[in-house]
């Protein structure tokens, strides 16, 4: 979940590690994959496999037709 930021309160998926303070993540509202802080993210149980499209639309509850990643 984004805690901070324009996507606040909205899931998003961690799609690769670049270092200790930054990821990339993907949202419900912007699918194109950009960076985040660790610190604006508050983490769930939940794992996807980030590049299965399926999964990662179903786990952000949108159309997969939308998914750009």
Do not use: P, W, Y
Not at 22 to 30: A, K, N, Q, S
Not at 44 to 68: F, G, I, N, R, T
């Amino acid at each position: 979940m984004k805690k901070f930021g324009r996507d606040a309160g909205k899931r998003a998926v961690i799609t690769k590690v670049i270092d200790q303070n930054f990821v990339g993540i993907v949202t419900t509202l912007r699918t194109k994959e950009r960076r985040c802080n660790v610190k604006h993210l508050e983490f769930l149980s939940e794992k996807v496999d980030a590049k299965d499209k399926a999964q990662l639309a179903k786990a952000l509850e949108v159309e997969q037709a939308k998914m750009k990643a």
